[in-house]
């Protein structure tokens, strides 16, 4: 991956480690400065810079208990994003009925899928709130998202885990693999999800 291929990076304080931890602390502290209570699960910008008007407080409490997200809504500018732990539409209409979200972030491995996403992002757009696929489920997943968000006008943007690229069997696993230029995933026009699994790769990976 390029440096040209990251528009959006997102910090992940509970799992960072040592001076990378404590630098994300101190980006977690600017947040929490204003108003915030508690940390969340991370915090996402784009530009490089803190004060990037792409800023986003992600999951700053369980989705699944959509009563609190209104409060912390309510005291700070920077958009709330839940999602990843919603599964149906049901539990995302509760969420975007407190009117506290702007982004919404469906998971394609745990909520049904395509449609289910599908039918999710046209219930956000109802609403005025913005799309960003959650993507940490492999490289399938991660295209059955790109075709999602190729298909939808209210799209923020998507996930894409950083060390996919750094794992060889990821590229391997996909013909052909998956293909990013200028921050952008490039979808086959091949039918399905447009790329056949590598079986031998997957037999010798069998435990």
């Known amino acids: 991956m390029k440096k040209n291929d990251i528009k959006i990076v997102k910090v992940e304080p509970i799992l960072m480690k040592g001076t990378r931890w404590y630098k994300a602390w101190n980006f977690v502290r600017i947040y929490t400065e204003q108003g915030i209570e508690g940390i969340g699960e991370g915090f996402s910008w784009g530009g490089g810079n803190i004060d990037s008007p792409q800023k986003i407080f992600e999951e700053p409490v369980d989705a699944n208990q959509p009563e609190r997200l209104k409060p ?17 539409r049901e539990e995302a209409k509760k969420v975007f009925d407190t ?38 489920c492999g490289p399938i997943v991660t295209l059955a998202a790109s075709h999602l968000c190729a298909a939808i006008p209210n799209l ?52």
């Open 72 to 88: 912390i809504a309510d005291s700070t500018s920077i958009p709330i994003a839940v999602g990843e732990n919603i599964c149906t």
């Open 156 to 207: 923020l943007y998507q996930e894409y885990a950083s060390t996919a690229p750094e794992d060889s069997w990821e590229k391997e696993f996909l013909e052909p693999p998956i293909r990013i230029e200028n921050g952008e995933i490039v979808l086959s026009d091949s039918p399905g999800l447009g790329v056949k699994i590598n079986e031998k790769l997957l037999e010798d990976r069998r435990l």
């Open 99 to 136: 009117e506290a979200i702007e982004i919404i972030q469906p998971e394609l491995g745990t909520n049904g899928g395509i449609l289910e996403s599908f039918k999710v992002s046209a219930m956000a757009e109802v609403y005025n709130v913005k799309v960003s696929t959650h993507n940490w």
